[in-house]
Nanobody
Framework: QVQLQESGPGLVKPSQTLSLTCTVS??????????WSWLRQSPGKGLEWIGY???????YYSPSFETRTSISRDMSKNQFTLHLRSVTPEDSAVYYC????????????WGQGTLVTVSS
């Protein structure tokens, strides 16, 4: 059974870097052809895709986030981590990690989401 679990601070100050970790169980994040994404949803906005890290270790980001985002991974812990720099209150949202399976185009496994508030 595949499970994804987000973890990280619930409160971040403006201008700081938000770091959230997704711990994956039931499958290795190096498994061929799987992609591991971060998304978010804030009040009044739809779901936004932030970026992914691939099974190969390569990463790709939405143009809306690419200048201040990176995603890294720790294979020994089977985790991948989002780093979002220079946050503002507009970055307050529920953040999700999700799996994009072979064939792509959708997410078949999700974490439960974690609420992050950006406030001084």
């Amino acid at each position: 059974q595949v499970q994804l679990q987000e973890s990280g601070p619930g409160l971040v100050k403006p201008s700081q870097t938000l770091s959230l970790t997704c711990t994956v169980s039931g499958i290795s994040i190096e498994t061929d052809q799987y992609y591991w994404s971060w998304l978010r949803q804030s009040p009044g906005k739809g779901l936004e895709w932030i970026g992914y890290i691939a099974y190969s270790g390569s990463s790709y980001y939405s143009p809306s986030f690419e200048t201040r985002t990176s995603i890294s991974r720790d294979m020994s812990k089977n985790q991948f981590t989002l780093h979002l720099r220079s946050v503002t209150p507009e970055d307050s949202a529920v953040y999700y990690c999700a799996r994009d399976p072979p064939g792509g185009g959708y997410f078949d496994e999700w974490g439960q989401g974690t609420l992050v508030t950006v406030s001084s």
